[in-house]
């Protein structure tokens, strides 16, 4: 399908999901939404008008509702800037025109932050490092490890949920060398 990685996330008030979540419309069920279901009941399908993406609500593991959907390959970019990246149970762009969308991602890959256990921060480094010059780039993480080191070890730091790194944020940490431990 051409759409990025599988993700899901809390349906939560108060949240940038929320935000996200207004724009969606309500649709019949695609062949997608079938995929994305994982065999799962669904409350409600979604599509999101500005990416085309389609979206899921339905009762988590826990019974606790989630929005499932498959990350963009890139988002639209009309003319507007990466105005910020919230962190969210994954990496949520906000522009200059008031839009928030899930970070675009491969789909073969997940962005995190953080140590990770593992997982790789420069991932979402090398994201947000393409989205800052062009909103609408098309993300390639094969070679993420190039992401600018300070970049790179902003997100490896442990922020909390919802955290939210501004555009000069992140201007300033793809200029900065990252500090030795």
């Not at 826990?62 to 963009?72: D, E, I, L, S, T």
């Not at 639209?76 to 990466?82: F, I, K, R, S």
């Amino acid at each position: 399908m051409p759409y990025g990685a599988f993700t899901e996330v809390p349906d939560r008030s108060g949240t940038v999901i929320e935000q996200w979540a207004r724009r969606l419309t309500l649709c019949d069920p695609t062949a997608a939404h079938a995929v994305l279901a994982r065999g799962d009941s669904a409350e409600a399908f979604f599509v999101d008008p500005l990416t085309d993406m389609p979206v899921l609500r339905t009762s988590g593991d826990r019974g606790k509702p989630v929005w499932r959907f498959y990350a963009p390959l890139s988002l639209p970019a009309g003319g507007a800037e990466l105005a910020s990246a919230v962190l969210h149970h994954t990496v949520w762009i906000t522009t200059s025109d008031g839009h928030v969308h899930p970070a675009p991602c491969t789909p073969s890959e997940h962005l995190w932050w953080g140590d990770g256990w593992g997982d790789r921060p420069s991932e979402a480094a090398s994201v947000v490092n393409a989205l800052l010059d062009d909103l609408g780039a098309t993300v390639n993480l094969r070679e993420h490890w190039n992401a600018p080191k300070g970049l790179t070890a902003l997100f490896n730091d442990q922020h909390k949920q919802g955290s939210e790194l501004t555009r000069s944020t992140l201007l300033h940490a793809r200029m900065t060398r990252p500090r030795t431990r």
